[in-house]
């Protein structure tokens, strides 16, 4: 069978790329917009989003390039609030999407009540972008209320990072569950090996009941940061699979992800 129509999350970077102090990860190997093209083909994937590598910070620069080259990509990216508008959106016209927060791992907490980050917030919203986040579950749990509240649309990784002795009880995935309710949040059935030892296909379940195929997502998390050697594509693909079992609805999901990354 096909691939999925839309991998939602992937990472494209070179070895010797600046990274910001105290990133979590300091690449040894290249993983290029080339590389990932090629596995979207391999795996008949038919489109692709760039997600913004949190140790690279505001340094857009490949994935603008990336865009430019392949048109049947997207991407999100970090951002300091002091962006302008003519920036953000030339960044929209090369196919940037949304904003991330990539907060795992890392110490500290963008207090997005201030007022610059209510102007970028609003700007996002303004532009039909979304906010995508990827924390710590008492974290995502903490910012989620506030970007809601800011009007923007939400994406939430990895199935919240749900805690595997809470389940369906960790913060992170109750946060998700919330954004599903408030018509604007999405949530990435992705990056199982990320929360060893939770019952992924009974969270699925729960997204499923709570808010259909039009709220979730499929993301890779290609080329699996600090897994690129116990983790395949393909193993995400069967994920995928076993997560949502029916091939209509996994369909449907695709769908949900070509009109929210804007390919529809």
Same mark, same amino acid.
């Given at each position: 069978?096909?691939?999925?129509?839309?991998?939602?999350?992937?990472?494209?970077?070179?070895?010797?790329?600046?990274?910001?102090?105290?990133?979590?990860?300091?690449?040894?190997?290249?993983?290029?917009?080339?590389?990932?093209?090629?596995?979207?083909?391999?795996?008949?994937?038919?489109?692709?989003?760039?997600?913004?590598?949190?140790?690279?910070?505001?340094?857009?620069?490949?994935?603008?390039?990336?865009?430019?080259?392949?048109?049947?990509?997207?991407?999100?990216?970090?951002?300091?609030?002091?962006?302008?508008?003519?920036?953000?959106?030339?960044?929209?016209?090369?196919?940037?999407?949304?904003?991330?927060?990539?907060?795992?791992?890392?110490?500290?907490?963008?207090?997005?009540?201030?007022?610059?980050?209510?102007?970028?917030?609003?700007?996002?919203?303004?532009?039909?972008?979304?906010?995508?986040?990827?924390?710590?579950?008492? +974290?995502?749990?903490?910012?989620?209320?506030?970007?809601?509240?800011?009007?923007?649309?939400?994406?939430?990784?990895?199935?919240?990072?749900?805690?595997?002795?809470?389940?369906?009880?960790?913060?992170?995935?109750?946060?998700?569950?919330?954004?599903?309710?408030?018509?604007?949040?999405?949530?990435?059935?992705?990056?199982?090996?990320?929360?060893?030892?939770?019952?992924?296909?009974?969270?699925?379940? +729960?997204?499923?009941?709570?808010?259909?195929?039009? +709220?979730?997502?499929?993301?890779?998390?290609?080329?699996?940061?600090?897994?690129?050697?116990?983790?395949?594509?393909?193993?995400?693909?069967?994920?995928?699979?076993?997560?949502?079992?029916?091939?209509?609805?996994?369909?449907?999901?695709?769908?949900?992800?070509?009109?929210?990354?804007?390919?529809?």
């Amino acid at each position: 069978m096909p691939g999925p129509l839309v991998d939602t999350h992937a990472h494209i970077y070179l070895a010797d790329h600046p990274v910001i102090p105290g990133a979590t990860h300091h690449p040894e190997r290249s993983f290029t917009d080339g590389d990932f093209v090629r596995t979207l083909d391999e795996n008949e994937v038919l489109f692709g989003v760039i997600a913004a590598a949190s140790f690279m910070g505001s340094f857009n620069d490949y994935s603008l390039q990336a865009l430019r080259a392949h048109r049947r990509l997207r991407a999100t990216a970090i951002l300091e609030p002091d962006v302008t508008l003519p920036e953000l959106r030339s960044m929209d016209e090369a196919g940037i999407v949304g904003i991330r927060f990539s907060l795992r791992n890392y110490a500290g907490t963008p207090n997005l009540t201030t007022p610059e980050y209510q102007r970028l917030l609003r700007r996002v919203a303004d532009l039909d972008w979304h906010v995508h986040i990827f924390a710590e579950g008492d +974290r995502i749990a903490a910012l989620t209320p506030v970007l809601l509240n800011a009007g923007v649309k939400l994406v939430i990784d990895h199935y919240g990072n749900p805690d595997p002795a809470l389940g369906e009880n960790s913060p992170g995935f109750q946060a998700a569950l919330r954004a599903l309710g408030s018509g604007r949040g999405w949530v990435k059935v992705s990056g199982p090996y990320r929360s060893p030892g939770c019952d992924h296909p009974a969270l699925a379940a +729960r997204l499923l009941r709570e808010a259909g195929p039009e +709220r979730l997502l499929f993301g890779s998390d290609w080329p699996f940061v600090g897994h690129e050697e116990t983790v395949t594509y393909r193993d995400t693909v069967s994920w995928f699979e076993k997560a949502i079992p029916n091939a209509a609805t996994r369909e449907e999901i695709g769908r949900t992800a070509a009109r929210l990354y804007r390919f529809a």
